[in-house]
């Protein structure tokens, strides 16, 4: 993944685009009372999933790209939780419920692959490094 030129041709962070928009849109319908509370904590998650890919690519290395990744996976878990409240409390239509909880959940599955793949490949890494045999010097 660090060797992809742009954060923004990362496939899960074009999605966690989608998804940040699509929970702006269902946002926009809740309670005005709600603006500063559940409102604003939904949208911070959503713009943090997105925001911890770019940060965790531009960080150039794999254990802080895999660190970053976790944080926005985090924050997955935390809108999904927020956006299930929302509709619990009847602040969302079903359709923008399904929308953002299905994009959500896609983003999620994503993260978890992409850094599954990334801990392996550190693993093995480590394993490597670790049966190196060093190189004798010539006298």
């Known amino acids: 993944m660090l060797g992809v030129q742009s954060f923004r041709d990362i496939i899960v962070w074009q999605r966690s685009m989608q998804l940040c928009l699509a929970v702006y849109k269902l946002t926009s319908t809740f309670p005005r009372e709600e603006m500063f509370g559940l409102t604003s904590q939904v949208r911070r998650a959503a713009v ?6 770019a940060e965790g690519h531009g960080r150039g290395s794999e254990a802080q790209l895999t660190h970053f990744l976790c944080i926005a996976r985090g924050s997955s878990f935390e809108l999904q939780t927020q956006i299930m409240i929302a509709r619990d409390l009847g602040f969302t239509s079903l359709e ?5 909880a299905g994009l959500s959940d896609e983003v999620g599955k994503m993260l978890n ?3 599954t793949t990334l801990r392996a490949k550190q693993q093995r890494a480590a394993k490597l490094a670790a049966t190196k045999v060093p190189f004798p010097h010539q006298n």
């Open 48 to 53: 943090s999933v997105a925001s911890n890919i």
């Open 96 to 100: 923008g419920f399904q929308t953002c």
């Open 113 to 115: 692959a992409t850094i």
